[in-house]
């Protein structure tokens, strides 16, 4: 049983040590969040470095990790590409409703 408690003890490390990595506040340093989508699920702006503009999805409550937004059209999606596809959406569902 003790070489249990040992493997234990080690798996427990590794996921720790894991988490931190998973939610280190740098995975998304140079990124301002700009929708909540509910359960811990945001989309963000990224302000700095060669991905400056475009969208971000944190799905990293789902263990989904981050990756690039895509607009409908597969294309990655800028604030204004989502933001125009956003209103869209919108006008579209209240056409539908009336």
């Avoid at 490390?13 to 931190?20: C, F, G, K, S, T």
């Avoid at 506040?25 to 700009?34: M, T, Y």
């Avoid at 400056?52 to 590409?81: M, Q």
Wanted: hydrophobic share 35%.
């Amino acid at each position: 049983m003790e070489g249990n408690s040992e493997w234990e003890d080690q798996y427990e490390r590794q996921l720790n040590a894991w988490e931190e990595r998973y939610w280190d506040i740098a995975n998304v340093n140079g990124a301002i969040p700009i929708c909540h989508e509910g359960c811990a699920l945001r989309i963000w702006l990224v302000v700095t470095g060669t991905q400056a503009g475009y969208l971000w999805e944190d799905r990293r409550s789902e263990y989904a990790g981050l990756k690039p937004l895509r607009l409908a059209d597969g294309s990655p999606a800028t604030f204004t590409g989502w933001y125009d596809a956003w209103l869209n959406d919108c006008l579209n569902s209240e056409k539908n409703d009336q």
